[in-house]
């Protein structure tokens, strides 16, 4: 099926969550513009938006861990050594593990405008 895209409003900064419906589509074909998805360490660099504050633990969170504790317990592992690091644009999966019926969800950070 068609890509489905869903954008969340954070700080200066848009999320953008896009359904693949398990096919690879390749380059999202909207990449561009404001729809073009932000370098992940500039976005967190500059302050736009605080890792951790969007979608960045769900894995966690989706199966009831709040924010904080996810935060404390996740927060070096999933910011500090893999979000923050991200020197590039790419969407990344909502659920890594595949443990969920959301396979193929991904997300990254738009701008609001």
């Not at 380059?27 to 660099?45: A, D, F, Q, S």
Request: hydrophobic share 35%; with cysteine.
């Amino acid at each position: 099926g068609p890509a489905t895209a869903v954008g969340l409003l954070v700080a200066s900064v848009a999320i953008l969550r896009l359904q693949t419906n398990d096919e690879d589509p390749g380059p999202w074909p909207n990449n561009k513009g404001v729809c073009k998805c932000l370098n992940w360490r500039e976005t967190y660099t500059t302050g736009s938006v605080p890792c951790g504050k969007a979608l960045e633990f769900y894995v966690a969170t989706s199966k009831g861990v709040k924010g904080d504790k996810a935060a404390s317990t996740l927060g070096d592992e999933f910011c500090g050594k893999f979000f923050e690091r991200i020197d590039s644009s790419f969407c990344v999966n909502l659920d890594f593990t595949h443990s969920s019926d959301i396979n193929g969800m991904q997300w990254c950070f738009v701008s609001a405008k």
